[in-house]
């Protein structure tokens, strides 16, 4: 064979395998794409569920020691809720991505109550006369909080149970 002729068929086997290569390469990009993809999704829906069934257990400990008359010494998770709230998107359901939100506001609230409710307790708000009076109210609006976010996190939690996990 000629020079000539090889370099034609060199040519086309080259040719040929671009044509062939970029379009597997580009779909197998898509799949790793989407494979990471679900798999972030699906570790945000068990850390969400993680997550909202400790704070319902510290939550339901704090309406009981609240009921016993007991100061609050711990809070409410919210320590990985900024690292993770950047990707409750991934969960494409604008509904529950909204009653989350909602939640953790509430929780972020909630979590200022029961910071207040200890500095009253350990200031010199208590030597005031009506600092009784005062925590009760505080105590009450907590407990009342403490309910409706009961109620937010078993609905969510339930929605999260119902949330179909992406398949691998």
Known sequence: ???LEN????LSAT????IIGIPIALWLNRKYTEYKKREEKNSLIDFLNQNLKENLRLIEDMKKHF???IVIFYNVDLASWSLISQKVQLLDDTDLQKKIFSLYYKLE???RKIDRQFEMHYSAFQAMGNYQKQRAGLIES?????DVIKE???EILKELQNHPKANF
């Open 152 to 154: 937010d996190i078993s």
């Open 7 to 10: 370099f034609l068929i060199q």
């Open 142 to 146: 907590i407990v009342k909080h403490i």
């Open 1 to 3: 064979m000629s020079y």
């Open 109 to 111: 609230h909630l979590s």
């Open 15 to 18: 040719f040929i395998a671009v």
């Open 67 to 69: 009921s016993n008359g």
